[in-house]
Each structure stands twice: as structure tokens, then as C-alpha cells.
């Protein structure tokens, strides 16, 4: 878990499952450390505008640096049922009034949205 930036682990409607992820990077100056929301008195700031990297307190700021990360899903998919990988953008769209990350399904080519927490999508 500390090489991860964001996990979730949903369930999807008609029995779709989604686990999704983001790796965090490497450090673009040192390239020891990895690159991490920024920590004080043991407690990580989770609402910082920025990056920072441990080993050499280089940091970037949250809309430079989100994009260049990658969202890593494996999921069964709600439509034809087949379990697949894939991967897609970390950056949330907002479908139908609701922030989500959306990738397609290998086999079917199905949209799988995976929505922020506790949001339902309106009609």
C-alpha cells in the first residue's frame, strides 16, 4: 500500500466487479524516492495541492502531476461477465452529475465507471 496514490475495490451494477489502482512515480530530480501527498508529525496530509518526494523534499504541485499517473483496473465486467485488465486516465469526468473514472471493457468494449464514494448517478 505505500507504492499506491489511490485504491478502491467496488462492486458495479448486475454483478460487475471492479478493483482499481494508481501507482505512485519516481521522483523526476532524484529518482530514489517516491512522490507522495506530504507528511507531518507521521500523518499524511491528504488534502495538500502537492507532491512531495521523502528523499529529497522535491515537490510538484497536484494538477502538474495527476495526469502523468495511470489508473490500473481489473474488473468483471457488468455486461458480458468476462473478467479483463485495463488501464485509463487518472483524471475523474463527471457522467450524469457524478466524478468518475470510466474504462472500457477488452472483450466488449462496455463503459465501467467507477464513481466517487457514496455517489449515486441522477437520471
Known sequence: MDEVCYFTNRD???GGHARAW??????????KGLMGKPVEKGKVKMRAKEYV??????????EEYEPTLTLCVAYTCPS???DGETTGMYKRKTIKGVPTYR?????????????????????
Open 22 to 31: 494508481v501507482f505512485k512515480e519516481r521522483c523526476p530530480k532524484c529518482g
Open 103 to 123: 474504462v472500457q471493457c477488452t472483450d466488449c468494449g462496455a463503459n465501467i465507471d467507477i464513481t466517487k464514494k457514496m455517489k449515486e448517478k441522477k437520471d
Open 12 to 14: 458495479l451494477a448486475e
Open 80 to 82: 458480458c461477465g468476462k
Open 53 to 62: 518526494c521523502p528523499e529529497c523534499s522535491y515537490s510538484v504541485d497536484k
